[in-house]
């Protein structure tokens, strides 16, 4: 597999951890909300929230070392996030600084300050990673009749535990070297100030068409590079307490995507349906007002912008400097507010009584100002240029004879199995929070046209294989349904849209 293509697995695969994110939120959101004067001190019910929601936060290593294991095996069984799991205690057991002075024959305090930090997010990875190659690899290996019992899935967690003293052992010369790059790296970032804030933010969208984001995220939001954005803010109170965050900073590289989501995308679809023909803007409207919603609610934003995306690539581009724009002002004016899952309504409403929560209310105003700002530009840019937004496109390119509008979610999978050329063509199915990743045999069978009929908001193409689907949160559904259809399973009967001669 190429390495594009491996990397769409990682950034895949990273999203099952972070999954647990919004229960960590939720969770915390209420605990601050019940007592938002001394977080858990004064109630008992608060206290009982807040460690419920840091129980998630203290342990995101090891999540990400099961998760990943899972999210990137073949078949997504639980022996490979057992793998993850044995791969990762016994790794960082070895890495420990107790052990790497007993190993080594050295002081304590002698011993490297890197493996005081051995259980992080990186590791995690890492381990998740070599884990579910294993898993891959020889889940299915029989052994003599002998050894019988050990055979396939219960073999890979031996093989793990053995291949871990070897990894320690490479790691343990090599693990400081990769910690002071990674913190000298998150310092260089952190040195920037906002400015650096803006920066991330800026990539952060450029590399959503690819799906890439998710790779970038882990080292601003995660303990990956020392910063750890994300965890440290959803704290509160004790990462104050312990040195971990610090008022107006932690969450700077959150805070400036709620503008964006929450009012600036809005107003881009705004712009989308006043300036899509006149024949077309009923349809554009329900479009366009599902999409701003979801950006609104819930920070859900990938089903407005696949909308423009592919076909106005300069309003992409446009986007993104927007986004960076916004996480700048709001980093560099000390306005913060945090999420567990995205940069939505519901998470700012949640983060708003977390004591590292400043001045929140301001990105609501700032929410407007970018959304009188999307509107405008978006406006100009797609009059000026003749842009073929929703609602633009030529009227000679129509060449779909019907559009599908199933609410049945096994219907709809079996439609898009079918469109996809079945079982037989596909290597595997997955998906992440908005998109269905595919890894296919041959590709070309695939029209984006029939796709985009079904419901697909856009279709994303990697390598030679890889697929991606822009369903939105109806991606997992559809996944698992496609999955349950058996491979046997006779779809000749299943009706999906026709192209025009």
């Known amino acids: 597999m190429n390495i594009l293509g491996y990397l769409q697995r990682v950034g895949r695969a990273l999203m099952v951890p972070v999954a647990t994110l919004p229960a960590a939120a939720i969770l915390m959101g209420v605990g601050y909300w019940i007592d938002p004067v001394a977080w858990g001190g004064n109630s008992a019910l608060a206290a009982f929230f807040i ?81 579910a190659e294993l898993y891959n690899r020889y889940s299915t290996v029989e052994l003599h009749k002998a050894l019988a019992f050990f055979s396939g899935r219960r073999l890979v967690p031996i093989l793990t535990s053995f291949l871990m003293i070897a990894v320690a052992f490479v790691l343990m010369y090599v693990w400081p070297v990769i910690y002071n790059g990674l913190v000298s790296f998150g310092e260089g970032i952190q040195g920037m100030g906002a400015v650096g804030a803006g920066i991330y933010a800026f990539f952060n969208r450029l590399l959503i068409p690819v799906g890439l984001h ?3 995220n882990s080292v601003f939001w995660f303990d990956v590079a020392g910063i750890n954005d994300i965890p440290n803010f959803l704290g509160g109170q004790a990462s104050i307490d312990a040195g971990k965050a610090v008022l107006g900073v932690t969450g700077m590289y959150q805070a400036g995507f709620f503008p964006i989501m929450m009012f600036g995308l809005p107003g881009a679809a705004l712009a989308i349906y006043h ?16 999409a701003a919603f979801a950006a609104f609610f819930t920070g859900v934003t990938e089903p ?59 990105l609501v105003l700032q929410g407007f100002a970018f959304s009188a700002v999307y509107y405008f530009v978006f406006r100009f840019a797609i009059v000026k240029f003749n842009l073929k ?59 984006e046209r029939v ?25 997992e559904i559809i996944a698992t349904e496609m999955k349950r259809i058996p491979a046997t399973e006779d779809l000749s009967n299943i009706s999906i849209p026709t192209v025009k001669a």
């Open 214 to 216: 998710h790779a970038l």
């Open 275 to 290: 300036t899509a023909k006149r024949e077309n803007r009923e349809k554009v409207a329900s479009i366009m007002l599902a």
């Open 451 to 475: 796709l985009k009929a079904l419901g697909a908001k856009g279709v994303v193409k990697l390598g030679e294989n890889n697929l991606q689907i822009i369903l939105g949160p109806q991606a």
């Open 389 to 447: 937004t929703p609602g633009r496109e030529d009227d000679e390119d129509e060449e779909l004879v019907e559009t599908v509008h199933s609410t049945d979610n096994q219907e709809l999978a079996k439609k898009y199995l079918k469109a996809l050329g079945g079982h037989a063509n596909l290597t595997t199915i997955d998906a992440c929070i908005t998109r269905l990743r595919l890894t296919m045999k041959d590709r070309s069978i695939a029209d």
């Open 51 to 131: 460690k419920s929601g840091a129980a998630i936060i203290d342990n995101m290593s090891v999540l990400f070392a099961v998760g990943v294991a899972y999210g990137m095996s073949k078949d997504k069984d639980g022996a490979a996030a057992l793998t993850g799991f044995v791969g990762y205690l016994v790794l960082t057991t070895l890495l420990s600084p107790g052990a790497v002075s007993q190993i080594q024959g050295i002081p304590m305090d002698q011993v490297p300050a890197a493996f005081g930090k051995i259980n992080n997010q990186f590791i995690g990875i890492l381990v998740g990673i070599i884990s």
């Open 304 to 362: 407005l912008e696949f909308s423009f995306m592919f076909v106005a690539p300069v309003l992409y581009v446009i986007h993104a400097l927007l986004t960076g724009i916004s996480v700048f002002i709001a980093a560099s004016m000390h306005w913060i507010a945090g999420f567990g899952f995205s940069a939505g309504l519901v998470d700012m409403v949640l983060s708003s009584r977390n004591p590292l929560a400043t001045q929140w209310y301001m």
